[in-house]
């Protein structure tokens, strides 16, 4: 579904980072990433105009087209 602004606008400013998320970045992305990276990352996503949202259960699954790249918010 398009991403509803507000609701992208809610995600972005209540997210937050544990180390096992930190964690997950690199092992899903295949990378090694310094925190700062993953929060501009994931921030860049929920900022993009092609990001698209989908709440399934408890669960928001939001994809950043430009960045081939899907976010699990819960």
Same mark, same amino acid.
């Given at each position: 579904?398009? #991403?509803?602004?507000? $609701? $992208?606008?809610?995600? +972005?400013? %209540?997210?937050?980072? /544990?180390? &096992? =998320?930190?964690?997950? =970045?690199?092992?899903? !992305?295949?990378? *090694? &990433? #310094? !925190?700062?990276?993953?929060? +501009? !990352? =994931?921030?860049?996503? &929920?900022? *993009? *105009? %092609?990001? /698209?949202?989908?709440?399934?259960?408890?669960?928001?699954? =939001?994809?950043? &087209?430009?960045?081939?790249?899907? $976010?699990?918010i819960?």
């Open positions: 579904m398009p #991403a509803n602004p507000e $609701l $992208l606008a809610s995600i +972005k400013n %209540q997210v937050c980072y /544990t180390n &096992l =998320v930190y964690e997950r =970045v690199n092992k899903k !992305l295949k990378v *090694d &990433l #310094a !925190l700062p990276e993953i929060k +501009k !990352l =994931v921030q860049d996503i &929920l900022s *993009d *105009d %092609q990001t /698209t949202v989908e709440k399934r259960g408890k669960n928001y699954y =939001v994809s950043g &087209l430009n960045f081939s790249t899907r $976010l699990t819960n």
